[in-house]
């Protein structure tokens, strides 16, 4: 997502706001697990302490009124004439009402005040928080009946359809149905959840924005989606029954290497290994194996690095930084990758005095401002009715 470009004063008759409707919707972690979503795979994600604020109102009228404080924006039109915006934000708002109609759910005209803690760009879904949380807020106001897995349903056609990212389930499915103080080792092909106690001990998780967003991310993102699934293609020539790639298995791979070019079979290999380290990932988790824990971080990173090329100078730079470091158990990139955040396992007593060396060593070497953020596994979009 990017940031609005237009900016505009609070319309006058949004001063006074009586709010029918308040949304919380977090933005997401992912321990471990990464492109392993659109392949039908496993992931760890965990919504977390920082979210973006909605407030709703009817007005009764055909129109939706929206205004960002944050982005000082406003948008304005009708139901019925839903077209894409050149404004990349407001496409996932757009998106979700255009699939919300398509559900065959009636809306009305509605205003609403949006406010966000969350970084753009930054690789903890902004982009799901919005669609989830906007989409639950209508689902209140206008009291639509949808279920919680019909929203994240509908928010990621949103952004598949609508905004033209072709996004796994991961996001929105943390973004809507997290726990507190828990991680979801999420089944991405049943979508079986299960609720994994966060008991990292005395350690906490901390993210380090980067502040680089390289352009490649969207593009790239597709492609490793299509090398994926080209090596299926030619997998299920002969066994018609493997549906993705998360049931290929690593003789299957082996017995195809001649066949399936050596990108795609490298992309493969990674995605069967990082699945692999989900279920691994739970064990050290479940037994309070932090060192273990970390090194299937670190093991994940450097398949993001080599295998399935995502990682970038700026995520590589912090990934080798922390590993160094006895306080420090495990550091990856998190998210789609060039560019955002890493997410590190670290000693709580120890993350004021590495923040402090971190960030001056990154501005040394890149010139550009770390942000770190550190977050706890939170609960999943909260509703409120006024
Ligand atoms: C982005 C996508 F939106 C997710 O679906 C997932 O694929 C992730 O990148 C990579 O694990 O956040």
Not at 34 to 49: C, K, L, R, W
Not at 264 to 272: A, F
Request: aromatic share 10%.
């Amino acid at each position: 997502m990017k940031p609005a470009e237009n900016n505009h004063p609070i319309p006058e008759d949004f001063k006074d706001f009586k709010t029918e409707v308040k949304v919380a919707s977090p933005g997401r972690i992912n321990l471990i697990g990464e492109h392993t979503d659109y392949n039908q795979g496993f992931v760890m994600p965990s919504a977390i302490d920082k979210k973006i604020y909605f407030k709703l109102r009817k007005n009764e009228s055909n129109s939706c009124r929206i205004y960002s404080e944050t982005f000082d924006t406003y948008i304005e039109f009708e139901l019925g004439k839903i077209t894409k915006s050149k404004n990349s934000w407001e496409n996932y708002l757009l998106g979700v009402i255009d699939e919300i109609q398509n559900f065959g759910k009636k809306l009305q005209g509605f205003d609403c005040i949006i406010n966000s803690e969350l970084p753009i760009g930054a690789g903890i879904s902004s982009s799901a928080a919005l669609e989830c949380g906007f989409a639950g807020g209508l689902n209140s106001l206008f009291s639509l009946n949808l279920s919680q897995m019909e929203i994240v349903k509908l928010s990621q056609r949103a952004e598949n359809n609508f905004v033209g990212n072709n996004c796994g389930i991961m996001d929105q499915f943390a973004s809507v149905m997290s726990r507190k103080n828990h991680f979801i080792k999420l089944d991405c092909e049943s979508l079986e959840a299960e609720f994994i106690p966060a008991e990292i001990q005395n350690c906490k998780l901390l993210l380090l924005n980067t502040n680089v967003s390289h352009n490649l991310a969207d593009s790239e993102y597709n492609t490793r989606r299509q090398e994926c699934e080209r090596a299926v293609a030619i997998i299920q020539q002969k066994y018609p029954q493997v549906g993705s790639l998360r049931h290929v298995s690593f003789e299957m791979l082996e017995e195809f290497k001649e066949k399936i070019d050596p990108i795609s079979l490298k992309r493969c290999r990674y995605v069967l290994e990082e699945n692999k380290r989900v279920q691994q990932t739970e064990k050290a988790l479940r037994s309070g194996d932090l060192k273990e824990l970390g090194n299937l971080m670190y093991a994940s990173h450097r398949g993001l690095q080599h295998q399935y090329e995502v990682s970038c100078t700026e995520l590589d730079f912090l990934v080798d930084f922390s590993e160094g470091k006895s306080f420090i158990y495990g550091s990856r990139m998190m998210g789609g990758g060039f560019g955002g955040c890493t997410i590190n396992l670290i000693e709580s007593d120890k993350i004021d005095e590495y923040i402090a060396e971190v960030e001056k060593v990154y501005q040394q070497k890149f010139n550009i401002t770390l942000t770190p953020i550190i977050v706890v596994p939170d609960e999943g979009t909260q509703i409120t009715k006024v």
